[in-house]
Each structure stands twice: as C-alpha cells, then as structure tokens.
Nanobody
Framework: QVQLVESGGGLVQSGGSLRLSCEVS????????AAWFRRAPGKEREGVSC????????HYADSVKGRFTISRDGAKNTMYLQMNNLKPEDTAVYYC????????????????????WGQGTQVTVSS
C-alpha cells in the first residue's frame, strides 16, 4: 500500500528553522520524482521544491531559493525539506508528493504531474 506521511511541522518564530520529513512506504522513493508543495489559507497550492529521479536535478520556487533544501535518504525511504530563515509568508500546510518513473522522471513544480500525496503538515511562522 502506497503511503506518504509528512511530519515536522509546527509553530516557529520568524527567522527560525524547521525540517519536514516525508516517510514513504509502498515504493522506493529514490526511483521516483518527488516534490514538496504548500497551500496557504485562501491561496492556491504552490510548488516549493522538487527532486528528479536523478537527484542531481533539483528545483526551488523563487520564494524559497537559498532558504530551503530538499533531500532524500534512501536507507530511510524518506524525503526532507530543510527550511531556514522562515518568514510569516511561509505559513501553510506542506505536502509531499511523488510520481512513478514510468509516468514522469524529471523535476517540475506542477501538482498535476504527481500521483501520490501525503496528508500534509502545518507550518506556522509568527512575526
């Protein structure tokens, strides 16, 4: 059974850091393109960062570039999003997503490209 479970969200002050985790079961995450998305209250879902099957290929939204880092641990079948220098505008529910390589293997921040989704974890940044 395919399952993606996010954790690591919480309340943090502006300038602080959090590390989100996305623990995967049911498939080998290293073989899949994967991404982080977020949805702020009253806004559309936004792509944050993605990693291709070839992990050398990553991409970040301009709004988080230089502050967030995406990574994967094959041994733990887990993807991470290290978020530093957080800002109030980063407040959102964060979701991880993945897609089988037969469908898509590159890195892009379009939610329609991804098949499997987690339930989300709330990140709140206070000013």
């Amino acid at each position: 059974q395919v399952q993606l479970v996010e954790s690591g969200g919480g309340l943090v002050q502006s300038g602080g850091s959090l590390r989100l985790s996305c623990e995967v079961s049911g498939f080998t995450l290293d073989h899949y393109a994967a991404a982080w998305f977020r949805r702020a209250p009253g806004k559309e879902r936004e792509g944050v960062s993605c990693v291709a099957v070839n992990e050398g290929n990553t991409h970040y939204a301009d709004s988080v570039k230089g502050r967030f880092t995406i990574s994967r641990d094959g041994a733990k079948n887990t993807m991470y999003l290290q978020m530093n220098n957080l800002k109030p505008e980063d407040t959102a529910v964060y979701y991880c997503a993945a897609v089988p390589p037969a469908m898509f293997s590159l890195c892009e921040l379009l939610p329609q490209s991804y098949v499997y989704w987690g339930q989300g974890t709330q990140v709140t940044v206070s000013s």
